[in-house]
């Protein structure tokens, strides 16, 4: 097959060259954020932080509540949940997106500034609320699909309410998710397979 067409190949490099500097501008708002606070992410200091212009930073994002909404996507994107369910038993998807989830929270600046917006939206009653209840939502209607997959699988008990128990999983993650922005000492491996063997105990069909 011959090579694409310079232009082609110039496009397709632009498009890379966008996707890196967008992803290094919200690496270095999620750095700022985790490290000093919401106002600390100032167009200025993102621009500094991350070695491009200021000016990239507005052309990009446009406002605050734009690299916010561009931070929770960024991470909504990251989290890949839907992996786990392509070749999974229901149960075994719910309890690897569990695992996954606390291994990935503990030092992970990204994850630890998404809380913190989080906490000041709740906090402020900002508008920006709604943009983290549509990203747990998704979430939400994937765990419930990987229950009613395991039920009818047989390995997940007929009787649990599936809409209940993803909003009991979500709600499960986002208070240990808090409580670990307010004790970031705080020793997960204990909590994460404690979190596991009870799952498994509520959920699974008794053999």
């Known amino acids: 097959m011959p090579p694409p ?30 490290e000093r606070g919401v106002n600390a992410a100032t167009f200025d200091n993102i621009g500094q932080k991350s070695g491009y212009s200021r000016g990239l930073v507005t052309q990009r994002f446009g406002s605050k509540q734009g690299m916010i909404e561009a ?87 007929p009787e649990i309410d599936a809409d209940a128990a993803a909003l009991m999983i979500g709600s499960l993650l986002l208070g240990l998710s808090m409580q670990w922005l307010v004790d970031p000492q705080m020793v997960l491996a204990p909590i994460r397979e404690t979190s596991i063997a009870t799952l498994r105990m509520s959920f699974a069909v008794a053999g």
């Open 71 to 157: 931070l929770i996507a960024h991470l909504h994107e990251r989290s890949a949940y839907d992996e786990h369910g392509a070749d999974m038993a229901g149960l075994d998807a719910v309890v690897a997106y569990v695992d996954q989830y606390l291994r990935n929270l503990e030092g992970d600046q990204e994850v630890r500034a998404y809380f913190i917006l989080m906490a000041g939206a709740i906090a402020d009653l900002a508008p920006i609320r709604e943009a983290f209840a549509a990203s747990h939502r998704l979430v939400e209607r994937w765990l419930e699909a990987m229950v009613l997959k395991g039920q009818a699988e047989g390995t997940i008990r």
């Open 5 to 34: 067409p310079a232009a082609a190949r110039a496009r397709r490099t632009q498009s890379e060259r966008r996707d890196q500097s967008e992803k290094g501008l919200l690496a270095a708002a999620a750095e700022l954020i985790a």
